[in-house]
């Protein structure tokens, strides 16, 4: 049964097959962070997808989108990114900053 992930920034919904590091369909594989996972469905030797994973400071799922998320050792969503900025270097500040140009910062 294919389990159905939600972005907690921006609704966006896929279904996924694994949850974790290791998908045991591609078993070379090990991954920095536990990850949302779908089966690439153009691979035919065990491809696959990361649709996203939780955020480390308010672990909510978020998507790997750009517009959502951030990876820096570990998963961000950008409004806690954005609320611990100072925590972050300053190259990467300037990249947080560059995405978060919402009005209200939530």
């Known amino acids: 049964m294919e389990k159905r992930f939600i972005c ?8 996924y097959h694994y949850k974790g ?3 045991p369909f591609a078993n070379s594989i090990m991954l920095l962070e536990d990850c949302y996972i779908m089966k690439d469905p153009f691979s ?5 997808i990361t ?3 939780n955020c480390s400071l308010c672990f909510k799922d978020v998507c790997v989108s750009a517009d959502c ?8 969503c950008l409004k806690c990114a954005y609320l611990n900025l100072k925590e972050f270097p300053k ?3 300037q990249e947080i900053l ?3 140009n919402w ?4």
């Open 69 to 76: 998320s951030l990876f820096y050792t570990q998963r961000f």
């Open 98 to 100: 560059s995405r978060t």
């Open 51 to 53: 649709i996203g994973g």
């Open 21 to 23: 590091r290791q998908p």
């Open 8 to 15: 907690g920034r921006c609704d966006f919904t896929a279904g």
């Open 103 to 106: 009005d209200d910062k939530s």
């Open 44 to 48: 035919t030797f065990g491809g696959f």
């Open 91 to 93: 190259t990467l500040q």
